[in-house]
Each structure stands twice: as structure tokens, then as C-alpha cells.
């Protein structure tokens, strides 16, 4: 595969890892599709590092709390989701070593997502505290690791069970997928290496730019609309694309 394809790959990865369309699926698919040699689920995980980085340096003020102690309560939130997701994350990931995005674990989070719109429109919440919010996020994000269910999707929905102003809700979603991907990309570069020579980096490249870019879009323009029509326009991306993967079987 030559590097053309690689950077598409790095573009859907960087817009997608924020969408509630599995990033995850869609860089797998794509990679199939453009005869990747890596293993196609391997090389969407790799492609994580890209967003990864944009998460940091989007959200530096938060980490650079996180690192001089400063914010405890975002320090113990994402301690429990990280120790929640990794162990869940890794073990989903080897058993679906050769999946690709499915159709029904998209629609799945669109329905969640409707139900976040609905919660959001009647203002809803089921009063869960912080704690019990980053445990039941925090399995989401582990489950996402299934190619096609939403990492982002799943873990808004979850996080909207609670009392949060929508923007935590982004926030929280957004900076609890770094401690994850960070340790997925780590493992990769311990034990599968080889298969990401210097062709593949020019998408990391785009899967920095466009990620940095899609993150700040998506943040500005959640605060400009009623989130309840937010939740509700992901939901119908994630309906529209298990329509595709249906289609295109």
C-alpha cells in the first residue's frame, strides 16, 4: 500500500476517533479495502497515537492540573475509568483481532445515543455520582475496542446518565480515551513493531492535523447548539453508517 493510502487512513482516523462512528471500524475497513499488510485492527489502534497527541495538546491545561495534582476529583475519574477500561479494552481487542465495523454494534450506540437525546430534552439524569459514572464509562470505552462500537458515542451516553453540563460530558469523553489509547499504542510498540515501518507515519501525521482540527469543531460547535440535537445528529450518523456497511457487504 503506497503512501497515498496511508494518509487517507490518517484522515478518517482523525476525524472519526471523535464522531460516534467507530474510528476504530471505519480505519479497519478502509485498510482492508486498500490492502494494508498490516493486520487491519493493529494499524487502526496504531493510528490512535495520532488523535492521542491532539487529545494532549488540546486539553493541556487539564493535563498539566492532572500532573501537579491539582485537580483531584478529574485525577480520581479517570484513575477508575483507565483501571475499568484497560483490562476490558485489551481482552475485547485480542478476541476481535480480525473483526471489522459491525452494523449492528453501530446501531447499537446510535440508540444509546437517541436516549441521550431524549434524557438531554427532559432533562433527565438518574443523579449517579462521579464515581459510578467513571465505572460505567469506563466499561464503555473498554467494549469500544470492538470495531464498530463507538468509543465516543458509548462513553457520551454514559456519562449523560449523569448530572453533567453537556460540555463536561464532551470533556470528560474526550480526556479519558488518552490514558487507553495511550497504553494500546504503548503495547503495540512493544510487541508488534514490526509491522509499522517509516511508510505508515505520514499517517499519523494526518491523524494529528485533522484530529486536532475535528476536536476543536466538534467542542465549539456542541456549545453552540442544544446538546440534546447534538446527541440526536450522532445518532443518525451512526444509523447512516451501518447503512453503508450493510450496503457495502
Given at each position: ?52 497527541l491532539a487529545a494532549l495538546i488540546y486539553y493541556r491545561r487539564d493535563w498539566m492540573r492532572i500532573l501537579t495534582l491539582k485537580d483531584w476529583p478529574l485525577i480520581r ?173
Amino acid at each position: 500500500m503506497d503512501t497515498v493510502n496511508y494518509f487517507i487512513l490518517g484522515l478518517l482516523q482523525g476525524v472519526f476517533e471523535w464522531i460516534p462512528i467507530s474510528s476504530e471500524g471505519v480505519v479497519a475497513l478502509a485498510a482492508r479495502y486498500l490492502g494494508a499488510k498490516q493486520n487491519p485492527v493493529d494499524l487502526a489502534l496504531f493510528l490512535h497515537a495520532g488523535t492521542l497527541l491532539a487529545a494532549l495538546i488540546y486539553y493541556r491545561r487539564d493535563w498539566m492540573r492532572i500532573l501537579t495534582l491539582k485537580d483531584w476529583p478529574l485525577i480520581r475519574f479517570l484513575a477508575i475509568a483507565t483501571a475499568v477500561s484497560l483490562p476490558l479494552g485489551f481482552a475485547v481487542s485480542r478476541i476481535a483481532a480480525q473483526a471489522v465495523m459491525g452494523a449492528g454494534l453501530l446501531a447499537l450506540t446510535g440508540v444509546g445515543l437517541l436516549f441521550t437525546a431524549y434524557f438531554q430534552a427532559k432533562k433527565i439524569n438518574l443523579k449517579l455520582g462521579k464515581n459510578k459514572l467513571a465505572g460505567i464509562a469506563g466499561v464503555l470505552q473498554g467494549l469500544a475496542a470492538l470495531p464498530g462500537f463507538s468509543r465516543s458515542g458509548s462513553t457520551i451516553f454514559g456519562l449523560s446518565l449523569g448530572n453533567l453540563p453537556p460540555a463536561q460530558v464532551l470533556r470528560l469523553s474526550y480526556l479519558m480515551s488518552v490514558p487507553a489509547v495511550a497504553a494500546s499504542t504503548a503495547y503495540l510498540a512493544l510487541f508488534e513493531a514490526e509491522q509499522f515501518t517509516l511508510t505508515v507515519w505520514p499517517a499519523l501525521a494526518a491523524s494529528f492535523a485533522v484530529g486536532i482540527l475535528t476536536l476543536d469543531l466538534l467542542t465549539k460547535f456542541a456549545e453552540k447548539i442544544n446538546f440534546a440535537k447534538f446527541a440526536l445528529a450522532f445518532a443518525l450518523l451512526c444509523f447512516a453508517g451501518a447503512a453503508l456497511e450493510l450496503a457495502m457487504r
